[in-house]
C-alpha cells in the first residue's frame, strides 16, 4: 500500500519504520523528528498525504491531530483512510472522522497499548473505531504494526476502550503500590508478597507482569531505577482524558477522579515526571499516613 505517515517521534518512528521493512511505500512527515530507515521524507504533512491509499497520524494530542486532520484531508484522494493511532480524547477522534466523512474519506481512531517496546517490535494492541470497511482496508498494516487489533465500534470506540483501560491500570497500579507499601511497615518481605498475592485474589497485570518492586517478579522498569517504560505523565495524560470523558458522559469514576489527582501530584509536584508510572511505590514507601 501507498502510506503517509505523519508524526514521526518515540512510537511514530518505529511503527512506520515496520511497514517500509513490510514493503509498503511509505513517506513519512514530522515537524522535528527525522525519517527512520525505508521512508521517504515529506517536505510536509500534505505531501506526505497526498496519493496515500491511508495517512497514519502519531501524535502528541487532539487539538495536534485535529489540525493535521484539516491540513491533510483536502490532500487527500478520495476514499483513502486517515488512520489515527494516536491517544487523545473521544471528542476529537469523533470531530476527525466527521471531518474525513465530508471530505469523502474514511477513518479509523486506533490507540495502541504497547508502549515503545511494541511499536519497535511490531506487537502493539490496537483498538480500533470507524466502519467495517476502513478497518478492513488498514487491518493488513496492523498486522504488521501490532499482534492484535480490536474492532470495538464506530468512530471513536478505540479512544473509549483505550482510556477504560488505562484508568484501570492507573489505578490498579496505585492499588499495588499502596499495598507493597502496608507491606513493608507490617515487615511483611516484598519477594513474600509477591509469591502471595500473584497466585491469589489480588493479582493483576501490575503485580504479575510489572511487578512496582524492584528485585521481585519479572523484569520491569522497577528494576532500572524507575527509567520508563511507561511515563508517570503519559499515564496522567490518560487519566485526564479518562475524566474529560467521564464528565461529558456523565459517568461517575471516583477512583479514576483520585487516581488522576495522584499522579498529577506526583508529576507535578513530586519529581514523578520522567519516571515510570510503577515510581507511585518509592513515593508511598517514603510517607507516612496523612489525615
Ligand atoms: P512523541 O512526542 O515522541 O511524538 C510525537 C511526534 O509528533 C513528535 O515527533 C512531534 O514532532 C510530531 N508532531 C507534533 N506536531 C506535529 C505536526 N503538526 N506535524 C507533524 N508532526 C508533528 O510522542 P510518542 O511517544 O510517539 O506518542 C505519540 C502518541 O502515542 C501520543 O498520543 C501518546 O499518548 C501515544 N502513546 C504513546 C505511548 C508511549 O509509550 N510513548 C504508548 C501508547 C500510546
Not at 466502519?131 to 482496508?137: G, L, N, P, V
Not at 492507573?170 to 503500590?177: A, E, P, Q, R, V
Not at 496522567?236 to 479514576?256: C, I, N, V, Y
Request: hydrophobic share 45%.
Amino acid at each position: 500500500m501507498k502510506v503517509g505517515f505523519i508524526g514521526l517521534g518515540n512510537m511514530g518512528a518505529p511503527m512506520a519504520a515496520n511497514l517500509a521493512a513490510a514493503g509498503h511505500e511509505v513517506t513519512g512527515f514530522d515537524m522535528v523528528a527525522p525519517c527512520p530507515e525505508g521512508v521517504t521524507p515529506a517536505t510536509g504533512a500534505e505531501t506526505a498525504a497526498a496519493g496515500a491509499d491511508v495517512v497514519v497520524t502519531m501524535l502528541p494530542n487532539g487539538d495536534i491531530l485535529r489540525s493535521v486532520a484539516a491540513q491533510i484531508h483536502p490532500a487527500m484522494a478520495a476514499g483513502a483512510v486517515h488512520l489515527d493511532c494516536s491517544t487523545v480524547d473521544v471528542d476529537s477522534a469523533r470531530a476527525v472522522a466527521e471531518a474525513a466523512a465530508a471530505a469523502g474519506l474514511s477513518a479509523v481512531d486506533a490507540p495502541v497499548s504497547g508502549g515503545v517496546g511494541g511499536a519497535s517490535a511490531g506487537t502493539l494492541t490496537f483498538m480500533a473505531g470507524g466502519s467495517q470497511d476502513a478497518f478492513d482496508t488498514v487491518a493488513p498494516l496492523f498486522e504488521v504494526m501490532g499482534q492484535k487489533a480490536v474492532h470495538c465500534g464506530e468512530a471513536g470506540a478505540g479512544q473509549a476502550a483505550k482510556i477504560c483501560n488505562n484508568m484501570i491500570l492507573g489505578i490498579t497500579m496505585i492499588g499495588t503500590c499502596e499495598a507493597f507499601a502496608l507491606a513493608d511497615k507490617l515487615g511483611l518481605d516484598r519477594q513474600k508478597m509477591f509469591d502471595v498475592v500473584s497466585t491469589s485474589s489480588g493479582y493483576s497485570w501490575t503485580m504479575n507482569a510489572y511487578c512496582p518492586a524492584p528485585g521481585v517478579g519479572p523484569q520491569s522498569p522497577a528494576d532500572n531505577d524507575y527509567t520508563p517504560g511507561f511515563a508517570a505523565e503519559l499515564m496522567l495524560k490518560d487519566l485526564r482524558l479518562s475524566q474529560q470523558a467521564a464528565e461529558a458522559a456523565d459517568a461517575d469514576t471516583p477512583l479514576g477522579q483520585a487516581a488522576m489527582a495522584l499522579y498529577e501530584t506526583f508529576v507535578e509536584a513530586e519529581g514523578g515526571k520522567g519516571k515510570d508510572f510503577s515510581a507511585m511505590l518509592p513515593r508511598f514507601a517514603g510517607r507516612h499516613r496523612t489525615g
